[in-house]
């Protein structure tokens, strides 16, 4: 029986988790400058989601354990900043 040759796929799955990796931690870096420079809670909160977001994919990697956890921080941020946008065009 032959061995399986996984070519390149781990080295692209690898790449594309540090990536997300990134991108979460750079907007989760322009929140907190959005909150340090408002005040503003919502702000604050994305921060918070992003952050454990990033830091989720960062401890667990591309396993199917964190998958979850990082869908509904990146939902609940998002839900947050669509809230504060309402509440900006509102006032």
């Known amino acids: 029986m032959m061995a399986r040759d ?3 796929q781990p080295e692209r799955t ?3 988790w540090s990536r997300t990796r990134f991108s979460l931690a750079l907007f989760a870096l322009l929140c907190f400058r959005g909150w340090c420079r408002d ?3 919502f702000y604050g909160a994305a921060t918070l989601m992003c952050g454990v977001a ?3 994919i960062l401890f667990n990697g ?3 354990v964190g998958k979850p956890l990082i869908s509904l ?3 609940a941020a998002g ?3 669509l809230l504060n946008a309402l ?3 509102m006032a």
Do not use: D, F, I, K
Request: hydrophobic letters at 45%; a positive charge; one cysteine or more.
């Open 6 to 8: 996984p070519g390149l």
């Open 14 to 16: 690898r790449l594309a």
């Open 39 to 41: 005040g503003n809670l």
């Open 54 to 56: 990033a830091a989720s």
């Open 62 to 64: 591309h396993q199917r």
């Open 73 to 75: 921080s990146l939902c």
């Open 79 to 81: 839900l947050l900043l």
């Open 87 to 89: 509440r900006h065009l």
